[in-house]
Structure formats: structure tokens, C-alpha cells
């Protein structure tokens, strides 16, 4: 018999498009599925300002179907000027701002180092009901990289939401047990992200038999058990989690480098990863809390109310191995595993 799936159109809360051909070429990957994502300032320079993001913003509709709506975000810096987010949120510009500790991954050494230096913009964030989206890792060297995201909890994260109380905060990517069990440990105004690859992968997928620059993203994939806590908690329909592919498009030459960058590209076969993740979890129910509900309930949006419909086969679903853009291919994440659910176009 063949077994259906419909959701509510889902939304991707944490996507990078990038700029150019690059952006030409991957964004209809997204916008093929999704009706809205949350669109990452980390181009090179980054977005920082509400005029900036609004250039970007016409930049990703002229690329993409006007079904597809972008959700921009600007890049906090110790120089943001308060006012300037409150009047790009105020204008229907931006969505959110989005906090890198300097230097932790792709394009963010003008994050943020000292976190004092950006007090008052997150005080107008809270007062305004603007959200913050951390990239929850520290950067302390001697920290090391698999303790990144732990100890930023303690650090950083649990000392900004004390202090600014009414802040509302996601905390992106989340890629440990103790996220999950931070996240859950507050009664509101904390959310997290999870990505698609971070349901799949742990550490042995990345170093195993040989390093898979592929599967190296930040935070990088820690043990089963913290996926295992993952998998659990996206698919427990708890309203908290919600999906942010993290999709992060670099040309196979920049990935497959003596120097790699980080960045997993999940686009095109997110959907049918899922499904099959969701399935295999025994909780095919809760597919549409996670990719469709629970994030427009913590922003505050609606619903959409176009529907996704996927369907299992009996044979394996093709998908392209890697995206031509004009920037140069871009390799589609392998699950590893082969996918049953077909998203019906
Ligand atoms: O793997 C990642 N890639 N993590 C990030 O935080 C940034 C992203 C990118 O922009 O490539
Ligand atoms: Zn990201």
C-alpha cells in the first residue's frame, strides 16, 4: 500500500544562501520545499545593517519563486547600533539577529568578543521582542572542540539570558545532550534548532575509514549518545525544537582542501532524510511539529497553509549527488543510508 505523508508547508529556521552564483544556483533547492527560511548574515562582509539585510533580501527574491519567503537576520558586532535593529524589525526587515563568537566558525571574526560590548542592543532585542540565534560555541583555545558547545551554555548563554531577562533566544544547531537538556530545563523564552545532518551523523561518520570532508560542520558531530538525545528530542514534539537545516553550501574545492570548510549542504533531500529519521524513530506523527509547527509558534508567525506531501516507495529515491552552480559544485549530503519518502513536487 503506499503510505502518504501531508504537513503543513515546512519552514527552514536556519539556512545559508550566500551571494551571487552561488546563491542563483542553491537557493531553488530550498525553495522547492520550504516556503520560509531564516536566512544567515555571514556573507563576506557580513550583513550588518537593516540596509544591508534589505539589499540581501531583494538579492534572494530575485533568485527565488515569490512562494518562497526569505526571513532576515543581521550580524551583531560590538558596533551595532542599537537603533538600527529595533527600525529594520520595526520596518519588516529583519526577523532576528544572530550572534557568532568571534571566531568560531565559516565568515565570523567580526562577532562578538566581549559580551558587555553588546549589552544594550541586547536589552532594545528584548524590549522590542526581537530574537537572538546563537552559534553556541566558545572559542576559548583551550577548550577543546568537542566541549565547545557545553561550555558556552555555562558561559555565555545561561549569563546573557540572566542578565536580560524577556530576551528571547534560540539556541542554533544544537549538537549535545546538554543543549537538549538546558533547553528543556527553562520554562520560556529559549528555543533550539537542529539540524538534518546533525539526525544522522556522529564523529565516526566524519574520521572513520577516512576523513569525510563532507560531513565536517561546527559544532562538529559529537557521539551517538548526543545524537541519539537529538533524535529524541526533535522527534518528541516537545514545541521548543525545531528544524534549522544549517544548510551551508561551499564548492567542492573549498571542502575538499588541505583546509577544509565547515559546512554540510542539505537542501535538496532534507525532507525525505527526515522522513526516514522520523520514521525509523517510530514518530512519523511528530515530522510535521518539527519542520512545520513548533518554529512558527516560537517566532510568532503563522502556519503556513500550503501543504507538503511525501510519499514512500518501494525502490530508493534518486537525488543529484552534487548541485552545478556557477560558483562550482556543491555536494549533496549523503545519509549513508538509501531514502524511501519522495517529496511530491
Ligand atoms: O558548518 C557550518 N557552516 N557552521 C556554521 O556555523 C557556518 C556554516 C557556514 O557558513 O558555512
Ligand atoms: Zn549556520
Not at 320 to 345: C, H, M, N, Q, S
Request: with cysteine; charged share 20%.
Amino acid at each position: 500500500m503506499t503510505q502518504h505523508l501531508t504537513l503543513p508547508r515546512p519552514d527552514d529556521w536556519h539556512l545559508h544562501l550566500r551571494d551571487g552564483a552561488m546563491l542563483d544556483g542553491i537557493a531553488p533547492e530550498t525553495a522547492r520545499h520550504f516556503a520560509r527560511a531564516i536566512i544567515m548574515p555571514n556573507l563576506v562582509p557580513p550583513v550588518v545593517t537593516g540596509a544591508e539585510a534589505e539589499a540581501y533580501r531583494n538579492r534572494i527574491r530575485a533568485a527565488t519563486p515569490e512562494s518562497f519567503t526569505p526571513l532576515m537576520t543581521l550580524y551583531l558586532t560590538e558596533a551595532t547600533d542599537p537603533a538600527d535593529v529595533v527600525a529594520a524589525h520595526a520596518a519588516g526587515i529583519i526577523t532576528a539577529v544572530k550572534l557568532y563568537p568571534a571566531g568560531a566558525t565559516t565568515n565570523s571574526a567580526s562577532g562578538v568578543r566581549d559580551f558587555d560590548r553588546v549589552r544594550a542592543v541586547l536589552e532594545a532585542m528584548a524590549e522590542a521582542g526581537i530574537p537572538l540565534l546563537c552559534h553556541g560555541e566558545v572559542t576559548d583555545p583551550e577548550i577543546d572542540i568537542f566541549d565547545r558547545e557545553a561550555v558556552f551554555i555555562d558561559r555565555v548563554l545561561d549569563p546573557i539570558r540572566r542578565a536580560t531577562p524577556g530576551l528571547r533566544v534560540v539556541m542554533e544547531h544544537i549538537t549535545t545532550a546538554d543543549a537538549v537538556a538546558y533547553v528543556r530545563s527553562q520554562p520560556e523564552g529559549l528555543g533550539a534548532t537542529i539540524t538534518t545532518h546533525h539526525l544522522v551523523i556522529n564523529r565516526n561518520h566524519i574520521l572513520v575509514g577516512g576523513i569525510k570532508p563532507h560531513y565536517y560542520c561546527l559544532p562538529v558531530a559529537k557521539r551517538e549518545t548526543h545524537r541519539l538525545a537529538l533524535v529524541e528530542a526533535a522527534s518528541s514534539g516537545d514545541a521548543r525544537f525545531f528544524l534549522g537545516t544549517d544548510s551551508a553550501p561551499h564548492s567542492d574545492a573549498a571542502k575538499e582542501s588541505a583546509c577544509g570548510c565547515a559546512g554540510c549542504f542539505t537542501a535538496t533531500n532534507t525532507m525525505s532524510i527526515l522522513a526516514q529519521v522520523f520514521e525509523s524513530a517510530g514518530a512519523l506523527d511528530k515530522l510535521a511539529a518539527f519542520a512545520s509547527q513548533n518554529g512558527p509558534r516560537f517566532y510568532g508567525l503563522p502556519e503556513n497553509s500550503a501543504t507538503l506531501t511525501l510519499q514512500k516507495s518501494d525502490r530508493p529515491v534518486a537525488y543529484p549527488a552534487k548541485i552545478e552552480t556557477g560558483a562550482g559544485p556543491v555536494t549533496v549530503f549523503d545519509p549513508g543510508f538509501p531514502l524511501y519518502w519522495r517529496v511530491l513536487d
